[in-house]
């Protein structure tokens, strides 16, 4: 150990000996003396100084490749967070564009459906209030029975055969128009981009779309098809009495202004292809629906019912007969219902009291005003319960059986004029069987 530390000090002598150092100045020599432990305190202040500068420019050169790796982090997570958020934004927008496709065929849907919808609670009303209409005018028939009192035995007896020969079975129709209706649907129907999104959705939406628009033109049909079934059987009925349609429906001329009405004649079979079939079945629908609340007017108007609804005996027919009092040929122009004394006789449809009181030859004697061209009379009452101007519905009591006038007994005298002229009221009375029969 001593001798490390001898060796170490003579190699330390060398290094640091004592040493002078001459400056000449102005032709004086000076020197200054240096110790070894002066120069071993130059030394190390020399070799701190060196250090000191190494370290500061070894971490200058740090701190700037610390500080350009942090730059380029702070660029490389600035890039990326960019990119997420441009990736963010687009998967937003697809999202909205992917609602909005949705929604826009959603809300274009619940329209369509709700128009229609609108349309058939509109049609389906309307029938409903004139099949109440008619249900009402079948349970009074019903009362009064056929010419002699008879009562319906079967309330679904079917009295005329409206479609005797019908060419194409309805279920072939259905199935056609359900073929119609799917094709048309989905023509309408938006079609979502293939891989997109929305694809899955809108094919859901577009089958119940579908599904839901053919069970719509189904119901239209069927509504269009019980009215038109309706209709052909009040034509019938109407045609029965001997009166034809045309005669009492309303002309395509009228002076009524409530009534007017106008514009460019257009068959619905012409309307564009572009147009919705629902619309072009919904207006055909209307049209037959319109003629039959027009003819269901008609209809109530018209005297199908008997005068009397107790227990009564027919008893003289219409037309040539022999005279019940002189026993001579002659015209009848009514038929003649033999009842009980002071029997009820009753309004055979709705309308005004047109006359109320005696004529000669008729005895008591009520008319009535049905409208339509319809006037009724009963005659030979034993008293008359009305007043001229006086409103009346279907079986109102007009007055009471009597032999009043030219008569030979108790019995009411019943006339059905149209326009003036005479008909057989009995055939009025059958038709009107076929409305509480059919």
Do not use: C
């Amino acid at each position: 150990m001593s001798r490390r530390s001898g060796r170490f000090r003579r190699v330390f002598g060398r290094l640091f000996k004592e040493r002078q150092i001459y400056h000449r100045s102005d032709g004086v020599v000076h020197f200054i003396s240096m110790s070894t432990k002066t120069q071993v305190a130059l030394a190390i202040v020399a070799l701190s100084a060196l250090l000191w500068v190494a370290y500061t420019s070894v971490n200058f050169v740090f701190d700037e490749q610390i500080e350009a790796a942090r730059e380029i982090d702070y660029r490389n997570m600035e890039t990326t967070f960019s990119k997420r958020l441009h990736d963010a934004q687009l998967a937003i927008d697809d999202v909205n564009a992917l609602n909005h496709t949705i929604e826009s065929e959603f809300a274009k849907s619940m329209r369509e459906i709700s128009l229609r919808h609108q349309m058939m609670e509109n049609m389906v009303k309307r029938k409903a209030r004139i099949n109440d209409s008619l249900d009402i005018l079948s349970e009074g028939l019903s009362e009064a029975g056929g010419p002699s009192g008879q009562k319906p035995t079967n309330g679904n007896r079917i009295m005329i055969d409206i479609n005797p020969g019908e060419p194409t079975p309805r279920q072939s129709r259905l199935s056609t128009l359900k073929k119609e209706a799917a094709l048309e649907a989905a023509q309408r129907s938006a079609t979502a981009p293939k891989g997109s999104a929305a694809a899955a959705a809108i094919d859901r939406m577009k089958t119940a779309a579908t599904e839901l628009y053919t069970e719509q033109m189904l119901l239209i049909a069927a509504l269009e098809e019980r009215a038109q079934k309706k209709l052909d059987e009040l034509h019938l009925v109407l045609e029965s009495t001997g009166v034809s349609s045309d005669s009492v429906l309303i002309p395509a001329k009228i002076s009524n202004t409530v009534l007017a009405q106008g514009g460019p004649f257009i068959d619905i079979e012409s309307v564009s292809q572009t147009s919705s079939r629902f619309t072009q079945h919904a207006n055909r629908a209307a049209l037959v629906v319109d003629e039959l609340a027009e003819l269901e007017d008609v209809i109530n108007s018209i005297p199908l019912s008997s005068p009397l609804t107790v227990s009564r005996r027919f008893t003289s027919g219409f037309g040539v007969r022999r005279d019940p009092i002189n026993g001579r040929i002659s015209a009848h122009h009514g038929i003649d219902f033999a009842a009980a004394w002071a029997s009820p006789v009753t309004a055979t449809a709705s309308g005004s009291v047109k006359f109320a009181g005696t004529r000669s030859g008729w005895g008591r004697m009520v008319e009535i005003d049905h409208g339509n061209g319809f006037i009724t009379r009963y005659a030979h009452l034993s008293r008359v319960s009305v007043k001229q101007g006086q409103k009346v519905e279907l079986h109102d009591k007009v007055g009471e059986l009597g032999s009043s006038g030219r008569s030979t007994g108790p019995h009411v005298h019943y006339e059905i004029l149209f326009k003036g002229k005479p008909l057989n009221p009995r055939r009025f009375i059958e038709a009107g069987r076929y409305v509480f029969e059919s």
